[in-house]
């Protein structure tokens, strides 16, 4: 009797123990996930560290969600900040391969290296358009619109039949003086040269007398006195010949009689020349003469030129 319960009691306690193996066993703290053979379990809610496991990524006894493994080992891939940075949609100098703004772009005025550039009076980074600004001295011109060679071109001194006559003019208060002139048509021939370069620029240090913005030029202005004589016609006949021009139907040839008259020629033709022709007595003895050569405005100061002009004539 004692040995057969003894047999019955040892194949319940036999069962129990298999049930228990096939089912696993959850002691409250980091259980071992159902179905895993040997697996350890996720971090329990309290606290508890484990080892996560990648192929279940939660657990079902409310762990927190599992760290990816590191890149290479078949999880996410790991991304690194190149460092570049936007500023007004362009990308700074900062680039992750180190290279500044293109020439003539910038974002700060560190990118705009031509404060010493001929002519130059000034450097500023437009940090709305991001491009480098540069002002010009004085009379000189940024006729090509390259930044690295500046204001590049220098208004000439004028040349008054053969004689170099500095600096240039704009107003008929220091208008370059010719000389005087009696009546005789070869004792007053002319052969008068100058320039209005032009350009799309601010002029500063100095500031240029009489500037035309909207034309981008100043006028150059020359003076002389004609004397007269007996039996002269005093007949003012003066050509203007553009030269050296991009845009030779652009400049105005004007003539002032003090006292007197202004004859105007408004504007030259496609061979860039003007002319004004009068007979006698358009100026009477001893008069002081004006002579104006501009820009007109039709021509804006986009249109950039590095204009040169001979006047030819005779009182």
Same mark, same amino acid.
């Given at each position: 009797?004692? &040995?057969?319960? &003894?047999?019955?009691?040892?194949?319940?306690?036999?069962?129990?123990?298999?049930?228990?193996?096939?089912?696993?066993?959850?002691? #409250?703290?980091?259980?071992?996930?159902?179905?895993?053979?040997?697996?350890?379990?996720?971090?329990?809610?309290? $606290?508890?560290?484990?080892?996560?496991?990648? &192929?279940?990524?939660?657990?079902?006894?409310?762990?927190?969600?599992?760290?990816?493994?590191?890149?290479?080992?078949?999880?996410?891939?790991?991304?690194?900040?190149? #460092?570049?940075?936007?500023?007004?949609?362009?990308?700074?100098?900062?680039?992750?391969?180190?290279?500044?703004?293109?020439?003539?772009?910038?974002?700060?005025?560190?990118?705009?290296?031509?404060?010493?550039?001929?002519?130059?009076?000034?450097?500023?980074?437009?940090?709305?358009?991001?491009?480098?600004?540069?002002?010009?001295?004085?009379?000189?011109?940024?006729?090509?619109?390259?930044?690295?060679?500046?204001?590049?071109?220098?208004?000439?001194?004028?040349?008054?039949?053969?004689?170099?006559?500095?600096?240039?003019?704009?107003?008929?208060?220091?208008?370059?003086?010719?000389?005087?002139?009696?009546?005789?048509?070869?004792?007053?021939?002319?052969?008068?040269?100058?320039?209005?370069? !032009?350009?799309?620029?601010?002029?500063?240090?100095?500031?240029?007398?009489?500037?035309? $913005?909207? &034309? #981008?030029?100043?006028?150059?202005?020359?003076?002389?006195?004609?004397?007269?004589?007996?039996?002269?016609?005093?007949?003012?006949?003066?050509?203007?010949?553009?030269?050296? !021009?991009?845009?030779?139907?652009?400049?105005?040839?004007?003539?002032?009689?003090?006292?007197?008259?202004?004859?105007?020629?408004?504007?030259?033709?496609?061979? #860039?020349?003007?002319?004004?022709?009068?007979?006698?007595?358009?100026?009477?003895?001893?008069?002081?003469?004006?002579?104006?050569?501009?820009?007109?405005?039709?021509?804006?100061?986009?249109?950039?030129?590095?204009?040169?002009?001979?006047?030819?004539?005779?009182?």
């Amino acid at each position: 009797m004692n &040995a057969r319960i &003894a047999l019955g009691l040892s194949a319940l306690l036999l069962a129990a123990i298999a049930a228990c193996a096939a089912h696993g066993v959850d002691d #409250g703290v980091g259980g071992v996930v159902e179905g895993q053979d040997g697996g350890v379990g996720d971090p329990a809610s309290d $606290g508890s560290s484990g080892t996560s496991n990648p &192929a279940n990524p939660t657990s079902d006894d409310g762990g927190t969600t599992n760290t990816p493994p590191p890149n290479g080992d078949g999880g996410s891939p790991t991304f690194v900040d190149s #460092g570049a940075a936007t500023i007004g949609g362009a990308v700074d100098a900062g680039d992750e391969d180190g290279a500044a703004p293109p020439n003539g772009t910038c974002n700060t005025l560190s990118d705009c290296p031509y404060a010493t550039a001929t002519g130059v009076s000034g450097v500023s980074c437009d940090t709305t358009t991001h491009l480098c600004v540069i002002t010009c001295a004085g009379d000189n011109y940024d006729v090509n619109g390259v930044l690295s060679d500046g204001c590049e071109v220098a208004n000439p001194c004028p040349v008054g039949n053969g004689t170099q006559l500095c600096p240039v003019e704009h107003q008929t208060s220091s208008a370059t003086n010719l000389g005087s002139f009696d009546c005789n048509d070869s004792d007053s021939a002319q052969n008068d040269t100058g320039g209005v370069p !032009s350009d799309d620029r601010t002029h500063t240090n100095p500031a240029v007398v009489a500037f035309d $913005g909207t &034309a #981008g030029a100043a006028p150059t202005v020359f003076t002389l006195f004609g004397s007269g004589g007996a039996l002269c016609e005093d007949d003012l006949n003066l050509n203007l010949q553009m030269t050296k !021009s991009s845009h030779l139907a652009c400049y105005s040839l004007v003539a002032q009689v003090v006292g007197g008259k202004t004859y105007t020629c408004a504007q030259t033709d496609a061979t #860039g020349l003007c002319q004004i022709t009068n007979g006698s007595v358009s100026y009477s003895d001893g008069s002081t003469i004006y002579i104006t050569v501009a820009k007109v405005d039709s021509c804006p100061a986009t249109e950039t030129d590095d204009a040169t002009f001979t006047i030819t004539g005779h009182l």
